[in-house]
């Protein structure tokens, strides 16, 4: 039999990680001949634009390289599979390809989007009697996934948030005027990244001293009052925002944002901290500056988290042994047993129970005012941002791996 | 005899390192008794700030802490000393704290500003018959001081920059869709950290394609040429841009920078990738990003250079052996004797030679067309980007050594 794996979604510093989990732990089987790669995500399985990984992982220092690279080796899509009553024709695409290359598993690495697509391809396969698995491994810098404790690629992210915030706050804090540093971080409909730069405290910081996540209504009144109420205390006021949280147009009446959307229907969002220094400017003497963490906080591997490396090549090792076992329409996940010590089981769940779903962050962990999180959002957050890993350099950069049929045209 | 040392202007990854090379240096002396670290810069000479170094720096551990630790440890300012003909208040001031704690030699670790200071209270002491020594030790990122090689903080800045563009370039190429990532790096009048993500080229990259430095006089009609050319080659284009570059209003007429000064009278720039991708969006279709660098290229110490750091402590340590020997009015600079094998020496040049003058991105390593660099610049770059620090990590998040009383209230 032979196997295919894709990527999907946003780039984060672990999925290739997991890619490395499934190739590995697959070629332990004597029964599984090819291991493909779809590329750009299920638009390869589409186009029939497969590789085989056995002619591209071809050595340790490749398993190495491709570790240590951010976004994704097979390159991502962000197509959203049609439902098949509308459209049958691309489904039976996808099916001609898969029997074309006799795949019976395909694996795919993604979000909440991706597992929608897991959840369609097995409803079609099984109205049809398709022997195919299709298994689900998480993956998101969000977190937002359904049933998983935590998504693969957010260690890494929250690792980068909580070192850049941290190197924010000593380069904010060396004239002696007063100012107000706003950073806006990602997290579309949830906090849990933004949140993550609480982290800090755990080693003595005081900042960021007000954190807003989008679980809660914003206002910009409120927020006016906070940073007043902060710069009473603090010379350096240290703001983190997630770019989710919306500012309400009777308070604010400047459009900020691009208002594009994806072909899942999401906003393209960025531009609340701009927003807000504005608004800062406006009312507040003082010296403002927005930073936005951009895609670097999704991609900056030189700074991944070691435990989130690991977790997701085990994850994605772990989906292989799941379709070995006979199982399909599933989401891997993780399940925290323990915080102290940190101990995680990797499990299955019907993949129904996290496509097109939220895991928002939880109510009880912001405080009142709506400004700052709880003890229990550090202590979530710190087992999943442990340890570094070695890293190959050549001149003085981490060395990527980059595989040049995967890559749009020019790109190689 | 005592001595004192301070930090001014912007922050960077190495100016700890150079105030570690002092007073390590000058703790050799025996006839050094007091190594005085003035708070805020010379706002600490002014306002009797200082702090006796001996009792912060007591351990060899709080040496590694300091040295891995970003920004200013004694705190910075952007204070532009009066002419003595126009405020003689000001230099008796300091004068009276200098003669108070029996100073006689001032070391300033800063940029073109500040060199400005160590000329100008060089002078008045000279003209007064005042007996102490006033050194500059240079630093800035934006590498624009003349006579010295380089600047300490401009490796770790650079190196920064090639390791975050390569994670932006993996992040940018992943979609099959065409796309325009253009990133802003910092550079007020000066172009050689933009120039220093061509360095990637020595690991394969060919991006980023296009390099716009603020030494050429930007256009927007050959800009969006250049964009259309690079697109029939590549897919996904990335864009480098120095914030310094100027658009001209006949061309763009948004007011896309805030238009506000410092002390000095320079302009606090930004926006202007974002105001290009403004552009790009208007007149070609496809996808477009802005990314600001912002603080984090002065500040990602987790990603320095080791070859800065190790510079930065030995320049330091040069100018104590300089003032001893009974110079004054001196700035320290490198001399790069080869560059294969890299060699650099340390030598000193009057004050004056520097103060308020730039030292520009050399015009002949500019392409013709004004949209990319020569290997001249990737040869002269790549030496500096070399190595990389062993971190103290905490919690997972890299160890900050920060000195409470050199801190604005509050933020302790």
Chains 1, 2 share one sequence.
Not at 315 to 334: D, L, P, Q, R
Request: aromatic share 8%.
């Amino acid at each position: 039999m032979n196997i295919a794996v894709a990527q999907s979604g946003g780039p984060t510093c672990a999925i290739n990680s997991s890619l490395l989990g499934v190739f590995r732990q697959a070629a332990k089987y004597d029964n599984v001949d090819v291991i493909y790669g779809s590329v750009n995500g299920i638009e390869g399985l589409i186009k029939n634009n497969l590789v085989n990984l056995y002619d591209i992982i071809t050595s340790d220092d490749e398993v190495e390289l491709i570790r240590q690279t951010p976004s994704t080796l097979l390159g991502s899509c962000r197509y959203k599979l049609p439902e098949y009553s509308k459209d049958p024709c691309v489904y039976e695409t996808i099916l001609k390809t898969l029997k074309e290359h006799e795949i019976s598993a395909f694996f795919y690495i993604g979000g909440n989007d991706s597992m929608d697509t897991v959840m369609k391809l097995n409803r079609y396969f099984k109205d049809n009697n398709v022997d195919i698995s299709v298994i689900g491994i998480p993956k998101t810098i969000d977190n937002d996934l359904p049933v998983t404790d935590h998504t693969p690629g957010f260690g890494s992210a929250a690792k980068y948030v909580a070192t850049t915030m941290q190197e924010i706050i000593r380069d904010s804090s060396v004239y002696s005027i007063p100012s107000v540093t706003i950073v806006e971080i990602m997290g579309r409909d949830t906090g849990w990244l933004t949140a993550s730069s609480a982290t800090l405290r755990a080693n003595g910081e005081i900042a960021p001293h007000l954190i807003y996540l989008p679980e809660r209504k914003f206002s910009v009144k409120e927020f006016l009052e906070d940073v007043k109420a902060a710069q009473e205390k603090y010379y350096a006021v240290i703001v983190a925002v997630s770019e989710g949280i919306v500012l309400d147009p009777e308070e604010f009446d400047e459009d900020y944002q691009s208002g594009k959307v994806d072909n899942f229907g999401h906003k393209y969002l960025a531009g609340v901290a701009k927003a807000l220094t504005k608004i800062v400017e406006k009312n507040l003497n003082c010296k403002v500056r927005a930073i936005e963490l951009n895609v670097m906080q999704r991609c900056a591997s030189h700074i991944s988290s070691k435990r989130d490396i690991t977790e997701a090549a085990r994850i994605g090792a772990a989906a292989v042994s799941t379709a070995m076992e006979g199982n399909t329409g599933k989401m891997m996940y993780f399940h925290r047993v323990t915080n102290h010590p940190y101990n995680v089981r990797i499990e299955t769940t019907d993949v129904e129970n996290a496509a097109n779903r939220v895991k928002y962050f939880p109510a009880e962990w912001i405080n009142e005012r709506g400004n700052d999180v709880t003890q229990e959002a550090i202590d979530y957050c710190l087992p999943l941002i442990q340890g570094e890993q070695n890293f190959h350099m050549k001149n003085g950069i981490p060395q990527h791996y980059v595989l040049k049929c995967a890559l749009p045209r020019g790109n190689e």
